[in-house]
């Protein structure tokens, strides 16, 4: 089994009077507090707003997205929509924000079925619902390049579901389709669409060259139910793959897309919480080898509250 070098990249917290104190008080968090802590992270990002139906909706979101529904559109159980309906909204651009809240980019194309990571243009969640029923309709969403970077033409749309485990599953629907379209223009990608819950504006991001399988060995009474392990690419920000395999036998983190390209260099987050609401975290600089496994201490854990976590992993480079 091959070894390579790797660069522990943690937070040092040496001074007790920092927040989150020394290394040897994080425990293992229970699966509800990891749940309830990242899902909490999640609503504080969660956009509302409340619309007449009669008037449409008009709306732009605090990353200059515009999203609208004309009024005719609107349908529920058959019958036109009248009254309050109620807008939920979510954007994420940056690998930071996204690992917060456990919305990783890996999908499966329409190319052949081929399966890997994604390079994003704007991930979003869209909710119209009249008294709490979803209802039907065709929206537009013009969404500003410049929050992901350059225009790229070849963006496409995907559909996102989460798995019993609460990982995102991404697929593509493509362009053209019944369902949805994207127009780039404008430094913009404009994106009609009917279809409500994660949607994405993506391109599949091709690894070249020989592969093999990397495997991530995490510290005593950390799984796949209250951790997580992320890979953040170093040249793209708008990216965040993740370890979505848990070998019980092994206990050790895989990934099932694929395997990872030999003397590629990447990073690997291991991200957990705390009680109070925290994030326990680390970072490794790895360069993969043959038959790779990436080991993570438990004194290699570091605390960051939930900003200062997000900060750290979008300014990776």
């Known amino acids: 089994m091959a070894v390579s ?3 522990n990249l943690g937070y040092i917290d040496d001074d007790p009077e920092v927040p989150g104190g020394s290394v040897t008080t994080i425990q293992p968090p229970t699966p509800d507090v990891f749940m309830q802590i990242r899902d909490g992270a999640l609503q504080a990002i969660t956009q509302t707003a409340t619309f007449k139906a009669e008037d449409g909706i008009d709306f732009t979101s605090k990353g200059g997205v515009k999203f609208k529904i004309n009024p005719l559109s609107m349908n529920l159980n058959g019958s036109p929509v009248t009254g309050n309906v109620v807008l939920e909204f979510i954007e994420l651009y940056k690998r930071g924000d996204m690992l917060v809240v456990n919305k990783p980019l890996m999908g499966t194309s329409l190319n052949g079925g081929e399966k890997g990571p994604l390079i994003t243009g ?6 119209v619902t009249k008294d709490g029923e979803q209802v039907t309709a065709i929206y537009n969403l013009e969404v500003p390049s410049a929050n992901t970077g350059d ?3 070849d963006m496409s749309l995907w559909v996102g579901e989460e798995n019993e485990n609460g990982d995102m599953e991404w697929n593509e629907v493509g362009r053209k389709q019944d369902t949805g379209d994207i127009f780039v223009e404008n430094a913009t990608y404009n994106l009609w669409g009917s279809i409500f819950g994660w949607i994405n504006i993506d391109i599949l991001y091709s690894l070249p060259g020989p592969k093999t399988e990397i495997w991530v060995k995490v510290p005593d009474g950390y799984n ?6 992320y890979v953040v690419y170093k040249d793209k920000p708008g990216a965040l793959a993740y370890m979505d395999v848990w070998d019980p036998n092994k206990k050790m983190f895989t990934e099932h897309y694929g395997l990872a390209p030999i003397g590629f260099n990447f990073y690997v987050v291991f991200v957990s919480v705390q009680n109070d609401g925290k994030f326990i975290y680390a970072v490794k600089d790895v360069i993969i080898q043959e038959n790779k496994v990436i080991t993570f201490e ?8 939930k900003d200062a976590l997000i900060k750290l992993i979008n300014e990776l480079k």
Do not use: A, M
């Open 151 to 153: 225009l790229n033409p």
């Open 224 to 229: 796949q139910k209250n951790c997580s392990v």
């Open 5 to 7: 070098c790797e660069r």
């Open 122 to 127: 704007g991930q979003f969640f869209i909710s």
């Open 298 to 305: 438990k004194e290699e854990l570091k605390v960051l509250d």
